[in-house]
């Protein structure tokens, strides 16, 4: 029996323990005087005891039957025990107790052929009641338990929507634990007699806790604020929750508290119907999906179609003699469901009045935004509809060099004077981390300097990297608007839509940085804060400033959007993408250019059945988005766990850690690693809530060059053409494995046999080789591991392009069109014209975005100088794309005599 500090997730824990106990008692029953008898016996026992402390939070098979199974093994009623833990466990495997009773016992039990969800069709599920439970927190005699149980259950009806049972727990710490452990509670009765602590004390279980709020907070509450603080702390955790409040208290004394998730407030009455009601409703409310019940009822309306679409209704299909395949393989109802109509009960994306207004409106209240805007045509679309939107002619903007290459088209488009920020580099693995706020300080406190800050319109920073890298967004918001208080910020989070309903990870989002920041600058304590430092920096210089933790000024205004591709980290249909913001000048300044700017690149002509997946997307994550959230995040932490620690794999193979990843100036509490086999799992809320950089642990980078096979080889010749794993991103020596809310536990076991297949076959290759291969073998290793060109910085923008030396931004609308006219261009060799025009003293000026993949960003863009850097890592790519180079050509750049050129009339226009 694996040891609990193995384990991250509790969740695991309890299924793997049920697992455990159905093979002991199964294996007891038969032989319960066998020579293992004593020792078989005593880890039955353990198992009981370590169920003990878990137990209490589910609902099924809950502490009535945990308990009585637990006394008929000890009157030695083995065969009853078998078969009862069998019973529960193949309930929770299958999730048979989520659609009806499952007895324990032989008399009660029935056919087990329909407990398997997978028999099941999609279609028989769909029309079963969903199922949750709620938690009641209340200290109570198992009488009083009984009494609670019974009047909530009764009020159940056969026209309820929904189905639950409930779980009762007698402390404020208990409460925090199932919430964050029992991902199928939904609603929250806080009672009066709850109490403080929890009887278990099991270190599993305190990591729970510690999400939720410190030791120190916990013990300072007054016993009378209990319920009132337990609806604001699940706040912090679980914001999708309802609860309600059952207190004592006049309406005076809790009018002005905090009630967090609180709906509703019940005076001293035990209104058990107006309780059950007030939770199917809260359910309701999230269960709801306008525009996809839309859709559906719109499918099953008769319509003739004198309208564009042939493929509307099915009809060009039904009656082809050719394409019935394509019929066949969709099925009927995505053609019903497909037609360019917004009226009939529909509603247009462009100028929402209807069930996708309400969609967004719903969408912004899952995922903490003022408003959500739906896109269909992806990220890249969105991040072009916000930077149109904000940024005018001449703005400054600080961009993040390495983001997606839509940001750079949409400098272009917005007419930006771009400064480029550059990342720290991970030179050993071919890939850049994330921008410091000590550089992203520098840059905003130089352009202060240059009297420019009223210039500087919007900073640009992707979180998480595609590589798993995350910001600590909130303090990079607080530092840079106590130098720009009014300055907008873009978090690129395409990575990133799941984090809203992890608790860890939501403290690192845009939104939740925003809504905290908005609350912050409102308090008297930040005031006072505020006017201390001001105090205390009069007359510092800079260093001073970029090494201090900077305060904003309350009067700071934050207006903070996010991008986030949808279809990539939730369920959504490809290229189902949202925009949110969180702007306090939204409905005065950008409203009616955001409105623009939508118009200009959203379709006239949006795909109805991506709108439907991303309002059924939000349903999903608002009722389930923390258990699925939680399941990938335990799947990416076992596959680090098991690569880590089998030898074999540790020959080829390295899980890269954020002691890899993140250089330790910017890990401030010095964590290097979630798991080692020394100490185990890491509580790592401590470096989530402090470190400037962290690692996303559901994004597993592999260093592959121990192998002998570049990334790209790896994962094209290796994983998918031999095994069919498909992978997205590489390095030159490293590939990227990330864990999503549908990856499963057996999907890991496969990947892990795979890994250990290939080590198993390079060890046989290495046995049987002659000397000279394993010398070849070596030197490739040393060419992939050690012999890597550094990553080259942004160089800087041309003269004829640059608007400051000493700020460094850049006019790259005017490169990027005047490479247009032919004339203007020319094409060097990279092996040969590019270093002869530089070793000539001729500045070499690059005409068009170069994009090598991986790794997927621009190394030149459009007015930027050659540098030596640059050369040297371009000359020493061996990937198979680089868009923007022409092989047969080479390296497009301006000619001497456009620069020249261009420099004259800058020249001229400044002097007059």
Known sequence: MQDVSDYYSAIQLRLDRWSS??????????????????????????????????????????????????????????????????????????????????????????????????????????????????????????????????????????????TYEPVVVPSLQDALIAVLFNHNIQAIIVRPGLRMESKFDLPLLHRYINQAGSDEDLDAMEPENYGPELCRLVAKVRPELDAYLVTERSVEAIAGMDLGICRRVFYNQEDFLELHLNILRGVQARFKTPFFTALKEYSKQPTGVFHAMPISRGKSISRSHWIQDMGAFYGPNIFLAETSATSGGLDSLLEPHGPIKEAQELASRAFGSRQTFFATNGTSTCNKIVVQALVRPGDIVLVDRDCHKSHHYGMVLAGAQVRYIDSYPLNEYSMYGAVPLSEIKEKLLKLKAAGKLDQVRMLLLT???????????????????????????????????????????????????????????????????????????????????????????????????????????????????????????????????????????????????????????????????????????????????????????????????????????????????????????????????????????TRVTLAVGGTGWDGDTFKTKILMDRYGIQINKTSRNTVLFMTNIGTTRSSVAYLIEVLVEIAKSLDELDGDASLMEKRAFENRVKNLMHDLPPLPDFSRFHPAFEADPVTGEGDIRSAFFLSYDE?????????????????????????????????????????????????????????????????????????????????????AQTAS
Not at 76 to 83: E, I, K, L, P, R
Not at 137 to 150: L, M, Y
Not at 536 to 553: C, F, K, Q, S, V
Not at 861 to 869: A, F, I
């Open 823 to 907: 004339a203007n261009c020319d094409y060097l060799e990279l092996n040969g014209s590019v270093r002869q025009a530089m070793e000539s003293g001729r500045e070499v000026v690059s005409a068009s975005f170069i994009i090598p993949y991986p790794p997927g960003f621009p190394i030149l863009v459009p007015g930027q100088v050659v540098s030596e850097e640059i050369l040297a890592f371009m000359r020493a790519l061996d990937v198979n794309e680089i868009h923007g180079y022409r092989p047969d050509l080479g390296l497009r750049v301006f000619t001497t005599e456009a620069l020249n050129g261009l420099v004259e009339k800058k020249t």
């Open 463 to 697: 979180n998480c990297t595609f590589d798993g890298i995350v910001y600590n967004v909130e303090r990079v918001m607080e530092e840079c608007l106590a130098i720009k208080p009014d300055l907008i910020f873009l978090w690129d989070e395409a990575w990133f839509a799941f984090a809203r309903f992890g608790p860890v990870y939501r403290q690192r989002t845009g939104m939740n940085a925003a809504n905290v920041l908005r609350a912050r600058l409102k308090s008297e304590a930040h005031a006072k804060a505020w006017e201390a430092q001001q105090a205390e920096l009069d007359g510092a210089d800079h260093e001073t400033l970029i090494n201090t933790r900077l305060i904003p000024p309350p009067d700071a205004r934050v207006r903070v959007y996010t991008t986030q591709s949808t279809h990539k980290t939730l369920t959504s249909l490809r290229q189902g993408s949202m925009i949110h913001v969180n702007d306090q000048d939204f409905k005065g300044e950008v409203e009616q250019s955001f409105h623009e700017a939508y118009m200009t690149h959203t379709s006239t002509s949006p795909n109805y059945q991506i709108i439907a997946s991303l309002d059924v997307g939000r349903r999903q994550v608002e009722l389930e988005g923390f258990e699925f959230v939680q399941r990938q995040l335990e799947a990416a932490m076992s596959m680090r766990r098991a690569i880590a620690t089998h030898p074999l794999l540790a020959k080829y193979f390295k899980v890269l850690t954020s002691g890899d990843m993140i250089p330790e100036a910017h890990r401030e509490t010095g964590v290097e690693s979630y798991y080692s086999q020394e100490q185990g799992w890491t509580d790592y809320f401590e470096c989530w809530e402090k470190d400037e950089f962290v690692l996303d642990p």
């Open 21 to 162: 106990l159905r093979e002991r008692t199964r294996s007891f029953a038969r032989n319960p005087q066998g020579k293992r008898a004593a020792q078989m016996k005593q880890e039955i026992h353990d198992l009981f005891e370590s169920l003990e402390v878990i137990e209490p939070y589910w609902a099924f098979p809950g502490m009535q039957a945990f308990d009585h199974i637990r006394r008929q093994f000890d009157h030695g009623s083995y065969d009853d025990v078998a078969y009862a833990v069998h019973r529960a466990t193949r309930g929770l495997t299958t999730g048979a107790y989520r659609r009806r009773h499952i007895p324990l016992d032989r008399d009660g039990a029935d056919s087990e052929d329909h407990d398997d969800e997978a028999m099941q069709s999609l279609e028989s599920r769909a029309l079963q009641k969903p199922y949750f439970e709620v938690l009641i927190v209340d200290d109570v005699n198992e009488h009083q338990e009984r009494w609670i149980r019974n009047n909530i259950t009764s009020m159940r009806r056969a026209e309820d929507a929904f």
